[in-house]
């Protein structure tokens, strides 16, 4: 990672699994278990992106076996599903993707809005070009303390306080940020602290930036800026 926004396209998955809509029940299962995964998205002719079928979909047609102990209207989505038998029926759909450009705040957001584990990483027009899973979005965690630190200090500190940075210290240990020193803008503090917490890795941030020392004789209108430090 060389300081920009880490994106989905950092960290997806290329060879991926995928079906026609035409696939049959049993194959979709075994496709499933040989490449051990719990989603697989469905294509069109074109390549498109058209629905995802997940374990989810499947397992009604476990569930749902014996029909005459779930009558009436409760359960008809789920049995619909039990008595479905390729892809094409299976699947949700639409299918919720993301472009390889998003971040991964971004994708995490999707996937628990959707409740899935999983999304199909697509191009504008739609077309798979890979998967990213909750595992991929948490590899960003195994970024080295020294790179997080280089970042926040270079992307943070420097271009926040300028000739103040030489002045400030940045230690990381274990994915926590901590900022210390003083600076004579502690207005810019709080903010610090919101861009060190954006940098991919930081799990977070312990800010004791504090003001310059107060002399009243000589700097009657600085505040006493001991306690600006936040967390």
Not at 24 to 49: N, Y
């Amino acid at each position: 990672m060389d300081g920009t926004p880490t994106t989905v396209d950092d960290v997806m998955t290329r060879r991926v699994l995928a079906l026609r809509g035409g696939a049959g029940f049993k194959d979709i299962v075994q496709a499933m278990r040989e490449w051990r995964v719990g989603a697989v998205p469905v294509l069109d002719d074109a390549g498109h992106v058209v629905g995802v079928v997940s374990e989810a979909d499947l397992l009604p047609k476990e569930e749902y076996r014996d029909l005459d102990r779930y009558g009436g209207t409760r359960h008809l989505a789920e049995q619909v599903k039990a008595q479905a038998a390729s892809a094409r029926a299976l699947m949700s759909a639409p299918a919720v993707t993301v472009t390889p450009d998003a971040t991964l705040g971004h994708a995490a957001r999707v996937m628990a809005r959707a409740r899935v584990k999983q999304l199909p990483v697509v191009d504008p027009e739609g077309t798979l070009l890979g998967i990213v899973s909750r595992s991929d979005l948490l590899k960003v965690f195994l970024r080295g303390d020294a790179e997080i630190a280089d970042e926040v200090g270079g992307d943070v500190v420097t271009r926040l306080f300028g000739a103040e940075a030489a002045g400030i210290r940045v230690e990381v240990h274990d994915g926590v940020v901590t900022l210390s020193g003083r600076v004579r803008e502690t207005a810019l503090v709080p903010l610090a602290a919101r861009l060190a917490r954006a940098v991919p890795g930081v799990v977070d941030v312990r800010c004791a930036l504090a003001g310059p020392p107060r002399h009243p004789d000589l700097d009657p209108d600085l505040p006493d800026a001991e306690s600006a430090g936040t967390r």
